[in-house]
């Protein structure tokens, strides 16, 4: 009887895991080096368990691999190189249906980066 229940509890948890998986594009207001820019923003990922794997970027050509992903419940977190001489970002999404909004900010050297990202997972 303990192992049924240990099952139903592992299954409910599994059911309400959250899944990032798909294709979600929309807004990033950036402010680089406090000059404040709006842009579109392109994710797109697949989740496998606690693995995480993608792109990002601001649209369809110019994706970059997404690294470093860590799953904590219904948030996302994982880095981007967008390019050769742009500064690691690193960014922090959470889940709510078919929305994620988050942050992106800037790593180590280079311009200093912090953005809000608002997308919704493409149909």
């Known amino acids: 009887m303990k192992k049924l229940i240990v099952l ?69 977190s994982f880095d981007i190189k967008p390019a050769d001489e742009a500064p690691l970002i690193h960014i922090v999404l959470k889940l709510d249906g078919d929305s994620l909004t988050g942050t992106a900010k800037s790593v180590g050297e280079g311009p200093a980066i912090e953005g809000k990202l608002d997308l919704k997972r493409e149909k």
């Open 8 to 76: 139903f509890v592992l299954f409910a948890v599994a059911a309400f895991a959250a899944d990032f998986t798909g294709t979600w594009a929309g807004n990033l207001d950036l402010t680089i080096d406090g000059d404040q820019q709006s842009s579109t923003a392109k994710i797109v990922l697949k989740q496998d368990g606690e693995k995480v794997t993608g792109t990002a970027g601001r649209e369809d050509e110019g994706q970059a691999p997404i690294q470093n992903a860590t799953v904590d419940g219904d948030t996302l």
